[in-house]
C-alpha cells in the first residue's frame, strides 16, 4: 500500500507564488518516476510537470520558466515550486508516483490533491 499526500495549496494573487509538496509513505521499496498533474472540473486532467529519480525533468509548455520540480529521495517527498502565478493556474493539482513496492510488485498511486486558486 501507498499513500500519496499532497500539501501546500491555497489562495494567492496573480504574481505570486507557492511551493506544493507531495510526501510517499507506505511499503515502498523503490520510488521512480514522480509527478505533478493538474485538473479544473469539467476538463481533462493535464501533465505538469515530472521527475525521475535521477532528477531528470520534464514540463508541460505553460509552465516552463516558471515552475520548478524536485524531488528529496530520501524523505519521498517531491516538490513543486511556482513562481508568477498566473490565474489560469488556478485548478486543483494531484502528485502521481510510481515503483516498486517491498513485495517487488509495480504501483502507480495518486494522491487526493490540493486547490491552487490564484487570484487576478
Known amino acids: 500500500q501507498v499513500q500519496l499526500v499532497e500539501s501546500g495549496g491555497g489562495l494567492v494573487q496573480a504574481g505570486g507564488s507557492l511551493t506544493l509538496s507531495c510526501t510517499a509513505s507506505?511499503?515502498?521499496?523503490?520510488?521512480?518516476?514522480m509527478g505533478w498533474y493538474r485538473q479544473v472540473p469539467g476538463d481533462q486532467r493535464e501533465l505538469v510537470a515530472t521527475?525521475?529519480?535521477?532528477?531528470?525533468?520534464t514540463y508541460a509548455d505553460s509552465v516552463k520558466g516558471r515552475f520548478t520540480v524536485s524531488r528529496d529521495n530520501v524523505k519521498n517527498t517531491m516538490y513543486l515550486q511556482m513562481i508568477s502565478l498566473k490565474p489560469e493556474d488556478t485548478a486543483a493539482y494531484y502528485c502521481k508516483a510510481e515503483g516498486f513496492l517491498s513485495t517487488g510488485r509495480w504501483f502507480q498511486d495518486w494522491g487526493r490533491g490540493t486547490q491552487v486558486t490564484v487570484s487576478p
Open positions: 521527475i525521475t529519480r535521477n532528477s531528470t525533468t
Open positions: 507506505g511499503t515502498i521499496f523503490s520510488l521512480r518516476t
